[in-house]
């Protein structure tokens, strides 16, 4: 999933493009702002934009602080 995504690991504030980037253990998440799908969507679009509260929700369980 694209988008921009930063974290903080020992105070220093890295920015990701690819969710699929992000590393498994890191202190904060100062931002989470996946890529915005332009209208009308396919049935294949909801699902992915859908997914999105669930990919916020495993980042967080990522973080250590």
């Known amino acids: 999933m694209k988008g ?3 974290i903080t690991i020992d ?7 690819n ?5 498994m253990v890191f ?3 100062i931002r989470f702002e996946p890529e915005v799908i ?5 049935e294949e679009e909801h699902e992915i934009m859908a997914s999105y509260n669930d990919k ?3 980042l967080m369980k990522r973080e250590t602080r």
């Open 4 to 6: 921009e995504f930063d």
């Open 11 to 17: 105070g220093v504030v890295h920015r990701y493009t």
């Open 19 to 23: 969710y699929n980037d992000i590393p």
């Open 27 to 29: 202190d904060n998440l």
């Open 38 to 42: 332009p209208g009308p969507h396919t």
């Open 56 to 58: 916020l929700k495993e």
